[in-house]
DNA sequence: CATGAATGAGAGTTCATTCAT
DNA sequence: GATGAATGAACTCTCATTCAT
């Protein structure tokens, strides 16, 4: 497949994308992703097999550019503090964009494919997401900025709310301000009182 | 609707529950619920119209026995934290337990009818809990057991890990001992320092 | 499956008997089948799930039907050779009829799943045939009638025989006046000059 | 059409021979011949139209070096009875034979053509071995080997017999004990008794 | 009420064939 | 000549839903 498919391809991967973000998962169909690319119903079949194998590899993509980001934004001299917050505000954002979010469709793919695997896609963006926040505490810590007893469990408590409110943006609306409410109570759980 | 097909709608409530439970929500048919049950295709139809209203049904029983359940244990000479732990200790049985759990074929019905409804299900769900867990904290608060400065924001804060749990336990497994390093967690960051 | 689906089945395979007699096997798809049937795509699949199951029952009917033809025909008075005369006429009818023959669907079927086992039905069928001949020329034999030195040979000789003419009858056509010849060949063979 | 491209035309025909004989010939699709040739989809229909026209060529060229091979091997010392046994020698290989035979591509095909064309390929084969096979037993007459009083009728008796034999090799199996005794039976029918 | 045969829409998938490059 | 992407027709198979009995 030469650079001509490679264009097509990424086209075809990008318009799945929106139509995952529509849909969710399992109410995609081939048939559906045909329509939306405007492309022949055997043409797709040249560059994908399966709308699993679609998702999936738009999620590695995706993988791939959320790293670029975590570490992308943080200068030097930011302190611990202003990286978790900067970090935290992302995450609100993505919580709360209803258009574009793949979360419900990466959530019906992953009960689709349950696996207790330790290298699933979720559990090692958990993994990596626990291992990043707490290295981030640890470092508050040393600066004398936070307060925390057990900066894993921290972490960990970051990534589970995360997670939980995730869920309840998709499942039944979750306002802007109860997450504000919610990230507070995080962060004053960690900074050092004045 | 007489007696007889009171106890008939009952029968395929409870068999259809185990389809449930076992194949999540978008992948049962009503053919599927038809088969488990042994009736007839038509038969079906006579009770309910769509897999949607059968889950729907259910959730709607267990939520009933939930309640009872959730204010059933306690005793009257139980201290706040007792009971926290308690709750806590139930959770994670239910967080942990494969067979026969819905939490799939919740998230997946809910996926497919999202809402931002304030009074829809999980909504009220994670209000009720909030609630519950609100009142004992400060509970706890009164008694001396506890230190918190933001009982609600501890309240939702539990809710929300617990649903995070509950996802993860799902999508990628999740160790017994990590969700009692959490739940640890959670009780130290409560319970007033000896 | 009830006393009613009994008769559409018989239905079925009777409509589709035709289907295979005009365009062999391979040629024939379920939708063939259905639309000689004039019922629905699905309603097929309520009775079969491929056609392959399809002509292996109406071979199955077949055979049933042939037994009976074999052994029914005659009647104790009848010399070796008429029994043998009638039953190379028997094949010689089958051999050059055109319509409503299955012998390419049998040979296309067979192809598709050649086997070497020695329960096969067209092994089966060649073994009795073989069994049957060679008990019809030692009869003969011990009136008279016949004289053979291998009476094995020779009934295997006439089974590879209707088979070959079988064949030829099909991929090239075969007159009338070479199977004749041939038959009359095969019985002067055996029969005693007088 | 050029040098290079007849080479190329010869290599597609060899490489689809084999795929022929491995799969018969209505399981061949075209498909298969351009990724069994390592060719463009395309490039295939520049030298042929259909896995029809493609199997005919490679049946014409197998034609023209067996006529060779049957008049090759033939001594001038040779007796009528040397001569016949070599034949079936030769045929029996070949009945026997499971790879590399096109046997049942051949017979696939000709049914899906099926034609009482007296200058039909099997018919000219067939026709042509019975001319063979008369002129070698009435020489084997002459010669005083051969007993015979219809040679035509043991000619076509040969042929048919071999056809028979053919068909079973490639439905059921037959072991190389059933093809040697009938070749005996053959023989034995034939040669004059000591 | 209950049955289960029947329908038909729709998803998945494969290939023969074409055509711009 | 040669390529291989693209098309679209054709087939398989599954279910939600209806309806005569």
Redesign the pocket.
């Known amino acids: ?2 650079e ?2 490679a264009q ?2 990424q086209y075809i991967l990008d318009t799945a994308r929106k139509v995952f973000a529509e849909k969710g998962f399992k109410n ?7 329509e939306a ?11 994908f ?3 699993d194998q679609i998702l999936l590899e738009i999620l590695h993509m995706e993988a791939e550019e959320t790293d670029d980001l975590f570490t992308g934004h943080i200068s030097k001299t930011d302190t611990a503090a202003d990286i978790l917050t900067l970090f935290l505000k992302e995450q609100k954002k993505e919580l709360l964009q209803e258009q574009n979010s793949l979360t419900v469709a990466v959530y019906e793919y992953f009960f689709a494919h349950r696996s207790t695997d330790k290298n699933s896609m979720p559990r090692k963006q958990f993994d990596a997401g626990v291992r990043v926040l707490e290295k981030l505490i640890q470092a508050g810590i040393s600066s004398g900025e936070f307060y925390c007893e057990d900066p894993k469990g921290a972490a960990s408590n970051i990534m589970y709310v995360l997670e939980g409110m995730k869920i309840y943006a998709q499942t039944c609306g979750i306002t802007e301000k109860m997450v504000d409410e919610q990230l507070l109570y995080i962060m004053q759980g960690l900074i050092v009182d004045v």
């Open positions: 497949m030469g001509k498919s097509k391809r995609v169909t081939m048939k559906d992703i045909v690319c405007n492309i022949s119903r055997g043409g797709l079949y040249l560059y097999e399966s709308t």
